[in-house]
């Protein structure tokens, strides 16, 4: 799926709209990640009244204030409008984990236009990692079902399951709760290796100290 932009760039939906314009920068943004393909143009009605669904529904998924982990989810804007201006106006009230396909780059927002068969807006494709897609259009799912359109599209799609390791950038209480199962298990599993490679009734010192601290 990422394949798609290697070669492109892509902007951060931030102040200065820094460019990812290295494939592992892109790689990185979009591996392992259902990718949601959204076309839209700021001056169209249905659009205008589609925008706040889609923003509280990627916000739901993705912030931590909503969610314990960032749901594996990401999200390019692929802008139809004619004027930069109405680029920037629509894509400022935007969540900042969005990825936009530059302005500048007409000639690459027109070829996905054809690719993905968009002949009225909004299409909202959603895509598997694979690159396969899922769904040409979930506007009217993603209108009626709301977040849980998330746990279907999971469901079908070959994405590994983060919930059981590590987070990338996170130390939070939370997130270290998620993990001590494992840790757990393998501070058993060392005691237990130490424990059967120490000679039978050798070292009361510190023989039999080595786990029991934990459990």
Known sequence: MAEIFLGKVLLKNNHDQDELDTEREIWERLENRILLLYFAESGCSRCQEFAPILKDF??????????????????????????EEDYDSFIKDMPKRWLLVPFEDEEFRRD??????VSEVPVLVVMKPSGQIISPNAVDEVARLGPPCFKNWQEVSEIIDRSFLLPEFSDSTASRSISDPIRRIKYKVESTKKKKER??????????????GFF
């Open 112 to 117: 996905l236009e054809v690719q993905f068969s």
């Open 58 to 83: 990627f916000t739901k998924l993705t912030d931590e204030f909503y969610v314990n982990r960032s749901s594996q989810l990401a999200l390019v804007y692929v802008s139809l409008d004619r004027s």
């Open 199 to 212: 000679p039978g009734g050798d070292d009361d010192d510190d023989g039999g100290g080595g786990g029991t």
